[in-house]
């Protein structure tokens, strides 16, 4: 029978691989790969500045404060769709302004996460930028085989789960796992 162990970033007890490296044995979700060993993601990182488009008010607040409250970001700048993201994140590249991360809603009116997270990278591409800029995509809906493609087309991504049923506090300790992932890709 499969090992099975809960992944943060499901939101579920799921079945787990593993891959060997330099003689180390790591544990990953088979759902959306994520590292499942909690002892080498606990170092948060430091984000200077934090994009985040989501079309739910109360979850930007969520997130914004606690990304700022755990000091793990110094700003976070949220737009209410896709569109409005683009129009954040392109003048902040134009201006050479740092962003550190980039979270987008899967579904959102007007521009979706996945689109608009495609036009990023043509953008960063377009724009000549050396260091892409990590994504995070939060959604209600499993990480399936159409999503594990994109996190690989859009790398360095993530994903996350909001879970049906997530307290505030689940829910950032979720993200605290993640994104210490995701900045140290």
């Known amino acids: 029978m499969p090992k099975r162990a809960y992944c943060p970033s499901c939101a579920e007890e799921v079945e787990v691989f593993v891959t060997i ?18 002892s080498k993601s606990r170092v948060q990182p430091k984000l200077q500045t934090v994009v985040l488009a989501d079309d ?17 970001a110094q700003e976070v700048i949220t737009t209410e769709d896709g569109k409005q993201f ?8 134009r201006q050479k302004k740092p ?12 521009l979706d996460g996945i689109n608009a997270a495609k036009t990023l990278r043509a953008v ?24 594990k493609k994109l996190l690989d087309f859009v790398k360095p991504a993530a994903y996350l789960n909001k879970g049906k049923n997530a307290s505030p506090s689940e829910l950032a ?7 210490a992932q ?4």
């Open 56 to 72: 739910s008010s109360s979850l930007r607040t969520v997130v914004s404060e606690f990304l700022k409250s755990r000091g793990i």
């Open 21 to 38: 490296a330099e003689g180390n044995e790591t544990p990953h979700c088979s759902q959306c790969g994520l590292l499942l060993d909690p």
């Open 182 to 185: 995701l900045i140290k890709k």
């Open 124 to 147: 960063e591409e377009g724009m000549r930028v050396a260091k892409k800029i990590p994504i995070l995509f939060f959604s209600v809906v499993r990480a399936d085989e159409h999503m």
């Open 173 to 179: 300790e979720r993200l605290s796992q993640i994104l």
């Open 86 to 93: 683009l129009a954040v994140i392109t003048q902040m590249l």
């Open 99 to 110: 962003v550190s991360l980039a979270i987008l809603d899967v579904n959102m009116p007007v």
